[in-house]
């Protein structure tokens, strides 16, 4: 779910919304640097002057007729100022004095330093013939211009502000005008130009299908600026694959505008007639249609992760266009991925590690974890009789009588302290307090995760001893992710719904006691819920529709499991004329140990095995002259393949859902996929939601979702759908994400066939 602020949080939730809008950017427009932008020095330009709009604009807009050289036209394009300021409609950037050489226009980013890949200015009908571009390390680029639409694809890089020294002007008696600027090559439509705009989203959690994204806006074209015919048309910039940006902004109740990154796509077809274009973009799965041959088997293994980058580079992605969950590293399999398409390919990568495969705001393709992640619990020293693995169960925990400061009770609720032993304890500290209640050495507990995991909140039950002071501390991949100082509000059960951000190890530290010579006594603590976002009933327009889905009886999962055949065969044969080339050949069945030999050599020739994959060979000739016809054939072991079933119970009746993933032989790994599959069919009820809208939501985010019998049901979206027309609308395919106990129904939880 997007990164939102409580203000937005709560305006949403409003009877009443705010206004809403709308940002489409086709091309190559640095969206931090547009959105930042600033006019610095600003005293230096007209009182009707908009300092603001030239970053939202797409067109030159109300003109003023002034006294300037060559510049009162009585065509009806212009306009007589007012007389009182305050009348002013203001727009462009316009200097107050004349052009006088060297002018400086500079523009500066909140944002901190970045590429700009491009720029495109519109000066109007008074241009520089003759400017230069400087960058905030000194960089200066001169371009020469005759028009007064300015582009440019030079790469200005890691600088936090443009400026432009104008050094001469189409007519020098003119002011210097720029209408608008963009920070990259393409054009950028907002509320004035959007008419309404369609988004849909889909997913499986278990990748059942590829996730696919699809967008398309209607543009206003009553001034043809889209039309077909028009050599100078705006449509005419289009490309099939072209980079689309889609932001959506929602005023505060302040009168702020919070933008959010809705979508990053690709151009995918478009057309207009007299009065609206509309353009449709598609993800980036859309342009992956080429052949992952690279498949092959691993005698020592290969990490998911590892097979992931392989599968990515191989489709020309580089490291910024995906992630890939870490967790993946600890998963090896030996098997090849067969030849498959790129992302194919990646689904079944993210179906073997028990991960949702999908595209991010950005464009980015992710590979992360749908799983709650089993945890292990350590701390840097105890009691002996306390065990701090058993906070991890929500029991009751006995406490001991000790000589800590007011910790002993004579109640009949405690015990003395065993001789020797663990016993029925959560976690006391080795470490005690002194006089000012801190420590010589701070407790600390330690959790670490299988994988990454955000949890809005946490719960520690103490016990008896309560702390004064004490920090949480994220990490994801050893890195700091987050830092949370408690020292206010702390009783025996404490509770915080602050939002703790991806994280595979979580450290809490004590700092101090609230009273001298005390431990720190922990029975319980607990994650808090992986999301805090709640659909209600008076966020939705009609009552949600549910539908049981087909009844699941057991998940059978595949093992294919791989051995090596002693029988060498022929696999292929062929007459080519050689063009000096490589020759690829693909197979059906895996293979290995290739060699090649041609039939009847002349002199020095010979072929031999470049490079292969257990389904597919590439053979190098050598000393064999081009064009001459030459015939061979190619040799290998066939890889004998053989199936086994483990079976998971979920159900006492329906029907058998079969999984078979090419990836998986390891016994322990296709229980942990066919048990993650189980709970997922388990849960087999889904949902359709009509409502209000809310664009922070993503495919495959995990929602509370009020109903008649459970407040707070909790399911996974697996299709998203959002309208906008100057107001926002949605709806929601979502499935129930409650997982089953099957062993309490009675039922068999897995069995080898």
């Not at 200066?140 to 890089?157: A, I, K, M």
């Not at 007011?406 to 016993?423: D, E, L, Q, S, W």
């Amino acid at each position: 779910m997007y990164d939102v602020s409580q203000s937005y949080k709560d305006s949403m939730k409003s009877e009443l919304r705010n206004h809403s809008y709308m940002r489409v950017s086709l091309g190559l427009i640095n969206q931090e640097a547009q959105s930042s932008a600033v006019v610095e020095n600003q005293s230096q330009y007209t009182a009707y002057s908009d300092l603001e709009t030239i970053f939202d604009k797409n067109d030159i807009g109300l003109v003023y007729a002034t006294l300037e050289q060559d510049f009162f036209k009585m065509d009806g394009s212009m306009t007589f100022m007012p007389r009182d300021a305050s009348e002013y409609q203001k727009n462009g950037l316009i200097t107050s004095e004349l052009f006088q050489e060297n002018m400086l226009i500079k523009f500066s980013f909140g944002y901190g330093a970045s590429d700009i890949r491009g720029l495109s200015i519109q000066f109007g009908d008074n241009y520089p013939t003759l400017f230069s571009v400087i960058t905030s390390d000194g960089t200066e680029v001169e371009f020469e211009n005759d028009t007064g639409f300015f582009e440019t694809d030079t790469v200005f890089e890691n600088t936090d502000s443009i400026t432009l020294k104008i050094k001469s002007m189409h007519i020098s008696n003119q002011r210097v005008r720029i209408y608008y600027i963009k920070f990259g090559l393409g054009l950028q439509y907002d509320n004035d130009w959007i008419m309404s705009t369609e988004s849909s989203s889909t997913l499986s959690a278990i990748n059942e299908d590829l996730p696919e994204i699809n967008f398309s806006v209607n543009l206003r074209n009553d001034d043809q600026r889209f039309n077909v015919d028009n050599p100078s048309s705006e449509i005419n910039f289009l490309e099939t694959g072209q980079k689309v940006s889609v932001q959506y902004g929602y005023e505060l109740d302040d009168g702020t505008v919070e933008w959010m990154q809705l979508h990053t796509l690709f151009v995918s077809e478009w057309s207009a007639d007299d009065s609206q274009a509309k353009i449709s973009a598609v993800d980036r799965f859309k342009y992956m249609s080429e052949t992952y041959y690279k498949g092959q088997y691993y005698d020592e293994g290969i990490s998911l992760y590892d097979l992931a980058v392989d599968v990515m580079t191989d489709a020309g992605l580089e490291v910024g266009e995906y992630y890939i969950e870490s967790f993946l590293k600890n998963i090896v399999v030996n098997n090849p991925i067969p030849n498959v398409t790129h992302k194919e390919a990646l689904q079944i990568i993210a179906n073997a590690g028990r991960c949702i495969l999908s595209i991010d705001r950005y464009g980015r393709i992710r590979i992360h974890n749908d799983f709650i992640p089993e945890h292990t619990t350590t701390s840097n020293g105890t009691t002996y009789y306390s065990d701090v693995s058993n906070i991890d169960d929500n029991k009751a925990k006995k406490a001991f009588a000790t000589l800590e400061n007011n910790f002993f009770k004579m109640n009949g609720t405690m015990f003395f302290v065993p001789r020797t032993g663990i016993a029925d304890t959560g976690y006391v500290s080795a470490q005690i307090s002194g006089e000012d209640c801190t420590f010589s050495q701070n407790p600390i507990i330690t959790r670490e995760l299988e994988a990454k995991y955000q949890c809005y909140g946490i719960k520690i039950q103490f016990n008896g001893a309560v702390p004064a002071e004490f920090v949480i501390r994220t990490y994801s991949d050893d890195a700091l992710v987050d830092t949370f100082t408690v020292n206010s509000g702390i009783s025996e059960m404490y509770e915080t719904d602050h939002h703790f951000e991806d994280f595979d190890k979580m450290e809490i530290e004590f700092i101090k006691t609230q009273i001298p010579y005390n431990r720190i006594h922990i029975d319980y603590i607990q994650f808090g819920d992986e999301t805090d976002y709640s659909i209600e009933y008076d966020d939705l327009y009609s009552t949600p529709t549910g539908a049981q889905l087909e009844l699941v009886k057991n998940v059978k999962n595949a093992r294919i499991i791989y051995s090596k055949s002693s029988t060498q065969e022929e696999i292929a044969s062929d007459k080519i004329a050689y063009d000096g080339s490589t020759v690829f050949y693909y197979f059906s069945d895996a293979y290995y140990g290739y060699e090649a030999s041609i039939a009847d050599p002349v002199g020095n020739q010979s072929v031999s095995v470049k490079s292969s994959g257990a389904y597919f060979v590439e053979l190098e000739f050598s000393n064999v002259q081009q064009n001459i016809e030459i015939e061979f054939s190619v040799t290998g072991y066939k890889y004998n393949i053989s199936t086994s079933y483990y079976t998971v119970a979920v159900n006492n009746r329906g029907t058998d859902q079969e999984w078979s993933n090419p990836l998986i032989s390891d016994y322990d790994h296709c229980k942990d996929v066919a048990e993650w599959l189980a709970d997922y069919y388990a849960a087999g009820v889904e949902y359709e939601l009509d409502y209000r809208g809310e664009p922070a939501i993503d495919c495959g985010d995990v929602i509370f979702q009020e109903n008649k019998y459970n407040s707070e049901l909790k399911t996974i979206v697996e299709e998203f759908q959002l309208s906008f027309s100057g107001g926002i609308s949605g709806a929601l395919r979502t499935r129930r994400r409650e997982r089953v106990d099957r062993a309490e129904n009675g039922l068999e939880t897995g069995r080898q066939i």
